[in-house]
């Protein structure tokens, strides 16, 4: 189940409106792709494209970005991620840069296995790799530091170059989460269970190096009135 309800989203929300103004850092993941259906970990496989659904999600963010006033796009180099940077880019006459801090998790030899498989036969690898287990050392899987890490480092890329801004980041799941776990206090349990969705943005603004959280899993743009 998803940690915030609809009607938390609805609170992170009305906090966007009537505040000063102040850049944001929108972090946008990917919509639907074949990986999310034949719920298999992809990781950085090439030729991993988005569903028609999911470019149908990138056309309604595309929407959504339309109206945030974003000066510039960095993306993942991941097909389903370029596709939906490329899908809102476009849409909205913004460029679109391709940056590797952005890049999906590196899964290792868990890589092309599918989710039930996983579990199976190695138990639940997601809450050991927010925890930091050890028992996935060797594996070849990317740590939760180091994605960290690397998000941080793109977030003070892009406000150190677009100051007072509003700039999206396309990328992945965990990337996303790793932004969270930096602005509010998440326990790998919470991590785990969090659900950041297909074609969701993210918001936050940055403040002295730090990112603030305001508003997560926004994907409806009914909610949204002329303050944004």
Known sequence: ?????????????????GQPCMALVIFLRH???????????????PGVPLT???MDQA?????????MDVARIYTSPIQRA???ADTVGSANNIEVVEDDRLIE??????????????????????LKFYSGDRELEGSGVETFAEV??????????VTGRHPGENVLLVTHMDPIKAALSGSIDLKPQSLFELIVAN?????????KGRLFLRGINVMDTARFDDWW
């Open 52 to 54: 028609e659904k999911g």
């Open 1 to 17: 189940m998803p940690i915030f309800t609809d009607y938390c989203q609805g609170m992170l929300l009305l906090s966007l409106f």
């Open 199 to 207: 074609a969701s943005l993210n918001v936050f603004y940055e403040d």
């Open 148 to 157: 960290k890490k690397r998000v941080n480092d793109i977030v003070g890329y």
């Open 59 to 67: 056309r309604k963010a595309a929407e959504l970005v339309g109206r």
């Open 82 to 84: 370029r596709q939906t």
């Open 105 to 126: 998790l590196e899964m290792g030899r868990f890589t092309g296995c599918k989710y039930d498989d996983i579990a199976n036969r190695h138990g639940n690898i997601f």
């Open 31 to 45: 919509g639907q792709a074949r990986n999310n259906t034949e719920r298999v970990l992809s990781g950085r496989t």
